[in-house]
């Protein structure tokens, strides 16, 4: 697997809007350091997109932080949301774990649950 | 070979029209069903592909505007109307039309295809695009004894540090069959206050393997002291299996403990969908809605898959070959019986051991080709639907239609030869029974009527019973209507049995005004006469103001019959076996008591009987002791006095060939053991033919 790799940046068309992009393989061991990065981004922006088209692999820790990440946001009246660029190594460990799904869970008040459609 | 290939394309092309009017219907029923909507999509690119291979270029450019249509129901983009579903059944006549005039350079008429595609376009919306094709089918499993299971994985929080990883555990779990995965998410703390290697996630996991529950415990063996694992059998896949709808969501989560009875109760009295409720009630998270959702389209799925597998392990064999084969199998009964009977003569012990090895193969081979041409009785049932929906938009009639024993097996030939009486005796029960909605509401009734059409075996028949709960029969005007007609005199006593029995008489019509539906008055006969020439009977059972019973027994097979072989003077006759009761001795002391009168004392009861002698004009002089036999016909008891009763016998059914078609008495003739003919009696006929010989 390719280096875990994070840079975020702030969006040039849009104030307030940061975006995180996640290079390489999210493994346990990155586990800490994502979470650290995913916190700072949101504590900054009101906005936070995460560009995940050159991720070459996530494991469970690192689905379970963006889920929990998407959770903090909308808490926080944020917005988070995913773009993969058609990631299919992405979308296939999402579904593999069965992370895929028609409606967002309870605490998804904005309708924005980062599982839901994609490639079903 | 081009015109084989054409002649394939049809036969599947009828199937998979029949196949598409009962999805249609269902969808009428059900406009969101997902399933359905694939059926739908699926035969119209069936028909449009093959069509276009084979030729059938018009079928196949009218079929793609249908399936361009069913693509866009598919993709959630068009609803499911009514009217979506009449112009569909339009369309899928149309392309019958297509189909049945392809060959003679008909093909249907082209005004109607034009305004079916308008009339679907016009629904659309707009021009639509060209279809996508549909998802090549999975793979197929071969399945032997299958079984899904319901699984459910909660890794312990430390399960990463012990670095076990569960996906590959689920990758495991993949390779054992069909498998679906839901994580539950709903426990995942925020970001502020997650352990980011910590375990959260645990998972419902639903299975189909041929593998046993063992094999899924062996994937899971490693962690299992440090998960919570719960594996449960929800459905096993046999042979036998019934189509039926797999388990309601409630039903699913209750099982699973994540609801209570009572919380199911509460959502239930709501009358909501079950899923949207729990969730917006705060009972359940979404995940596990998401995940018993996940289990029905599983368990459903598996069971189309399976299905699929099955009908592709079947030939198709042209109906003609298969009549070859019972007749010739008819012949070799024939045969073996005289075989039977030669080396029974010749006493040679050797002789009989193979006559008898002969008379047991040939049994299995008797039974196993009348058993290939049987067929299920519900695809007929299914063309019904049809006829119940069109006449009762006709007739501005509510009537729900219900069947029950759909799987119920016939000869091919009796279904055939039962279609029409079966099509008059609905169409009655419509426009005559069921009343229109206004009346019924004012008798207390549910708006709808139901038409229930049920199939049941008895012995060796089968009982077909139309109930419809409309207005029943009345008794004061079929009694009026009779005495008119002068079927019955004006001071007839007759129980409700007899009175019902008259609506079979000819030229017998109660219905007030004649309507296109039913009723010129040469219905009920003509039925039960085509009902009787199949060897079987009908019975009408009413409750005025309740409903109507008709009751229509129909033997097995038209093929080969038990039947009871009888002898006068020098030839035999035989008696269908089912409608015997009992043979009892007739000496000429007894006719001579009776002074003419033919009646005959049994048990102290008084039963008629015909001297069949007398009645065919056999010459000679009758032996001092007679045979009466004994028979049941419409719940009459009637004898018919033969000379000797010789035993029951195989009998091998065949016509009598054309001269002889309007003989009175004789349904056929059959070939016995020494080449002689025995004519075949048929004994509601002769009962009729003496009765009015007598009026």
Same mark, same amino acid.
């Given at each position: 697997?390719?280096?875990?790799?994070?840079?975020?940046?702030?969006?040039?068309?849009?104030?307030?809007?940061?975006?995180?992009?996640?290079?390489?393989?999210?493994?346990?061991?990155?586990?800490?350091?994502?979470?650290?990065?995913?916190?700072?981004a949101l504590e900054a922006a009101s906005e936070l997109q995460l560009d995940l088209s050159e991720m070459t692999g996530i494991d469970l820790t690192g689905l379970q932080l963006l889920c929990a990440a998407h959770q903090s946001a909308v808490r926080g009246g944020k917005w988070l949301h995913i773009t993969d660029g058609g990631n299919?190594?992405?979308?296939?460990?999402?579904?593999?774990?069965?992370?895929?799904?028609?409606?967002?869970?309870?605490?998804?008040?904005?309708?924005?649950?980062?599982?839901?459609?994609?490639?079903? | 070979?081009?015109?084989?290939?054409?002649?394939?394309?049809?036969?599947?092309?009828?199937?998979?029209?029949?196949?598409?009017?009962?999805?249609?219907?269902?969808?009428?029923?059900?406009?969101?069903?997902?399933?359905?909507?694939?059926?739908?999509?699926?035969?119209?690119?069936?028909?449009?592909?093959?069509?276009?291979?084979?030729?059938?270029?018009?079928?196949?450019?009218?079929?793609?505007?249908?399936?361009?249509?069913?693509?866009?129901?598919?993709?959630?983009?068009?609803?499911?109307?009514?009217?979506?579903?009449?112009?569909?059944?339009?369309?899928?006549?149309?392309?019958?039309?297509?189909?049945?005039?392809?060959?003679?350079?008909?093909?249907?008429?082209?005004?109607?295809?034009?305004?079916?595609?308008?009339?679907?376009?016009?629904?659309?919306?707009?021009?639509?695009?060209?279809?996508?094709?549909?998802?090549?089918?999975?793979?197929?499993?071969?399945?032997?004894?299958?079984?899904?299971?319901?699984?459910?994985?909660?890794?312990?929080?430390?399960?990463?540090?012990?670095?076990?990883?569960?996906?590959?555990?689920?990758?495991?779990?993949?390779?054992?069959?069909?498998?679906?995965?839901?994580?539950?998410?709903?426990?995942?703390?925020?970001?502020?206050?997650?352990?980011?290697?910590?375990?959260?996630?645990?998972?419902?996991?639903?299975?189909?393997?041929d593998q046993g529950e063992n094999a899924i415990r062996d994937v899971f063996i490693f962690v299992e002291d440090d998960c919570e694992l719960r594996i449960e059998q929800v459905a096993e896949h046999t042979q036998f299996e019934e189509p039926q709808d797999y388990k309601k969501l409630g039903m699913i989560l209750l099982e699973r403990?994540?609801?209570?009875?009572?919380?199911?109760?509460?959502?239930?009295?709501?009358?909501?969908?079950?899923?949207?409720?729990?969730?917006?009630?705060?009972?359940?998270?979404?995940?596990?809605?998401?995940?018993?959702?996940?289990?029905?389209?599983?368990?459903?799925?598996?069971?189309?898959?399976?299905?699929?597998?099955?009908?592709?392990?079947?030939?198709?064999?042209?109906?003609?070959?298969?009549?070859?084969?019972?007749?010739?199998?008819?012949?070799?009964?024939?045969?073996?019986?005289?075989?039977?009977?030669?080396?029974?003569?010749? *006493?040679?012990?050797?002789?009989? %051991? @193979?006559?008898?090895?002969?008379?047991?193969? /040939? &049994? #299995? !081979?008797? $039974?196993?080709? =009348?058993?290939?041409?049987?067929?299920?009785?519900?695809?007929?049932?299914?063309?019904?639907?049809?006829?119940?929906?069109?006449?009762?938009?006709?007739?501005?009639?509510?009537?729900?239609?219900?069947?029950?024993?759909?799987?119920?097996?016939?000869?091919?030939?009796?279904?055939?030869?039962?279609?029409?009486?079966?099509?008059?005796?609905?169409?009655?029960?419509?426009?005559?029974?069921?009343?229109?909605?206004?009346?019924?509401?004012?008798?207390?009734?549910?708006?709808?009527?139901?038409?229930?059409?049920?199939?049941?075996?008895?012995?060796?028949?089968?009982?077909?019973?139309?109930?419809?709960?409309?207005?029943?029969?009345?008794? *004061?005007?079929?009694?009026?209507? %009779? @005495?008119?007609?002068?079927?019955?005199?004006? /001071? &007839? #006593? !007759?129980? $409700?049995?007899? =009175?019902?029995?008259?609506?079979?008489?000819?030229?017998?019509?109660?219905?007030?005004?004649?309507?296109?539906?039913?009723?010129?008055?040469?219905?009920?006969?003509?039925?039960?006469?085509?009902?009787?020439?199949?060897?079987?009977?009908?019975?009408?059972?009413?409750?005025?103001?309740?409903?109507?019973?008709?009751?229509?027994?129909?033997?097995?097979?038209?093929?080969?019959?038990?039947?009871?072989?009888?002898?006068?003077?020098?030839?035999?006759?035989?008696?269908?076996?089912?409608?015997?009761?009992?043979?009892?001795?007739?000496?000429?002391?007894?006719?001579?008591?009776?002074?003419?009168?033919?009646?005959?004392?049994?048990?102290?009861?008084?039963?008629?009987?015909?001297?069949?002698?007398?009645?065919?004009?056999?010459?000679?002089?009758?032996?001092?002791?007679?045979?009466?036999?004994?028979?049941?016909?419409?719940?009459?008891?009637?004898?018919?006095?033969?000379?000797?009763?010789?035993?029951?016998?195989?009998?091998?059914?065949?016509?009598?060939?054309?001269?002889?078609?309007?003989?009175?008495?004789?349904?056929?003739?059959?070939?016995?053991?020494?080449?002689?003919?025995?004519?075949?009696?048929?004994?509601?006929?002769?009962?009729?033919?003496?009765?009015?010989?007598?009026?």
């Amino acid at each position: 697997m390719d280096e875990f790799k994070l840079e975020c940046r702030q969006d040039p068309e849009s104030r307030g809007k940061q975006i995180l992009k996640i290079s390489g393989g999210v493994t346990i061991g990155d586990a800490g350091g994502f979470r650290q990065a995913l916190l700072a981004a949101l504590e900054a922006a009101s906005e936070l997109q995460l560009d995940l088209s050159e991720m070459t692999g996530i494991d469970l820790t690192g689905l379970q932080l963006l889920c929990a990440a998407h959770q903090s946001a909308v808490r926080g009246g944020k917005w988070l949301h995913i773009t993969d660029g058609g990631n299919l190594t992405f979308r296939e460990m999402a579904a593999g774990a069965g992370f895929c799904r028609h409606t967002g869970c309870a605490r998804d008040t904005s309708y924005s649950c980062i599982w839901v459609g994609g490639e079903q | 070979m081009i015109d084989q290939h054409r002649q394939a394309f049809k036969e599947e092309a009828y199937e998979l029209l029949a196949e598409l009017e009962t999805s249609l219907l269902e969808l009428e029923e059900q406009p969101d069903d997902v399933d359905v909507i694939g059926r739908v999509f699926r035969a119209m690119h069936t028909i449009k592909g093959s069509g276009s291979m084979f030729g059938f270029d018009d079928i196949a450019a009218f079929t793609h505007e249908v399936e361009t249509i069913f693509d866009m129901v598919r993709n959630g983009k068009l609803q499911v109307t009514g009217r979506l579903v009449n112009l569909t059944l339009a369309a899928r006549d149309q392309i019958r039309a297509m189909l049945d005039g392809a060959d003679d350079g008909g093909g249907g008429d082209l005004k109607v295809s034009g305004e079916i595609i308008m009339g679907l376009r016009e629904l659309a919306g707009f021009q639509p695009a060209a279809a996508e094709p549909p998802e090549a089918a999975a793979a197929g499993r071969k399945p032997a004894n299958l079984a899904t299971y319901r699984i459910r994985f909660a890794p312990s929080r430390d399960i990463f540090i012990t670095g076990t990883n569960p996906l590959t555990l689920l990758q495991e779990l993949k390779e054992l069959g069909t498998c679906s995965v839901v994580a539950q998410t709903g426990d995942f703390p925020c970001l502020e206050e997650i352990d980011p290697e910590a375990c959260y996630v645990y998972w419902d996991l639903i299975v189909t393997t041929d593998q046993g529950e063992n094999a899924i415990r062996d994937v899971f063996i490693f962690v299992e002291d440090d998960c919570e694992l719960r594996i449960e059998q929800v459905a096993e896949h046999t042979q036998f299996e019934e189509p039926q709808d797999y388990k309601k969501l409630g039903m699913i989560l209750l099982e699973r403990g994540d609801i209570t009875t009572k919380e199911m109760e509460e959502i239930l009295a709501q009358q909501h969908r079950f899923g949207e409720l729990a969730v917006s009630n705060g009972i359940l998270d979404q995940g596990k809605v998401q995940s018993a959702l996940v289990e029905q389209r599983h368990v459903k799925e598996v069971r189309q898959e399976k299905q699929a597998t099955e009908a592709a392990s079947s030939i198709r064999v042209p109906a003609e070959r298969l009549d070859l084969l019972v007749n010739l199998v008819g012949e070799m009964v024939t045969v073996q019986a005289r075989l039977s009977q030669t080396a029974a003569q010749r *006493e040679d012990a050797e002789l009989v %051991a @193979i006559a008898e090895e002969v008379e047991r193969l /040939t &049994a #299995e !081979l008797r $039974d196993s080709a =009348l058993n290939i041409r049987m067929l299920p009785i519900g695809s007929t049932f299914s063309k019904f639907k049809r006829l119940v929906r069109d006449l009762s938009v006709e007739l501005g009639k509510q009537i729900e239609m219900t069947t029950e024993g759909g799987e119920t097996e016939l000869d091919k030939t009796v279904i055939e030869k039962l279609n029409d009486p079966l099509v008059h005796l609905i169409r009655n029960s419509i426009d005559h029974g069921i009343e229109l909605p206004e009346a019924r509401v004012a008798a207390g009734k549910p708006a709808h009527g139901t038409v229930h059409l049920a199939a049941v075996h008895s012995g060796d028949s089968v009982v077909i019973t139309i109930d419809d709960d409309g207005a029943g029969l009345d008794k *004061e005007a079929i009694r009026a209507k %009779a @005495i008119e007609r002068g079927i019955i005199p004006a /001071t &007839a #006593e !007759l129980s $409700d049995k007899e =009175l019902f029995s008259l609506v079979f008489a000819p030229g017998f019509s109660t219905a007030k005004k004649i309507s296109s539906v039913s009723g010129r008055g040469v219905g009920m006969d003509v039925v039960k006469r085509a009902i009787e020439l199949l060897r079987g009977s009908i019975d009408i059972s009413s409750v005025q103001g309740k409903g109507t019973r008709i009751a229509v027994k129909i033997p097995l097979t038209l093929a080969i019959i038990e039947s009871l072989r009888v002898q006068i003077g020098e030839d035999s006759f035989m008696l269908p076996l089912a409608l015997v009761d009992e043979c009892v001795e007739l000496t000429r002391e007894d006719v001579e008591r009776s002074h003419g009168r033919n009646l005959a004392h049994v048990r102290a009861q008084l039963i008629p009987y015909i001297p069949l002698r007398e009645h065919f004009r056999i010459q000679g002089t009758p032996p001092e002791i007679q045979q009466i036999v004994i028979t049941q016909v419409n719940g009459t008891r009637v004898g018919f006095v033969v000379d000797q009763v010789i035993g029951e016998h195989q009998t091998v059914i065949k016509s009598l060939g054309r001269a002889y078609r309007d003989v009175d008495g004789i349904s056929g003739a059959t070939i016995l053991g020494d080449g002689s003919v025995a004519l075949i009696l048929d004994v509601p006929q002769l009962l009729q033919a003496v009765e009015a010989g007598q009026a």
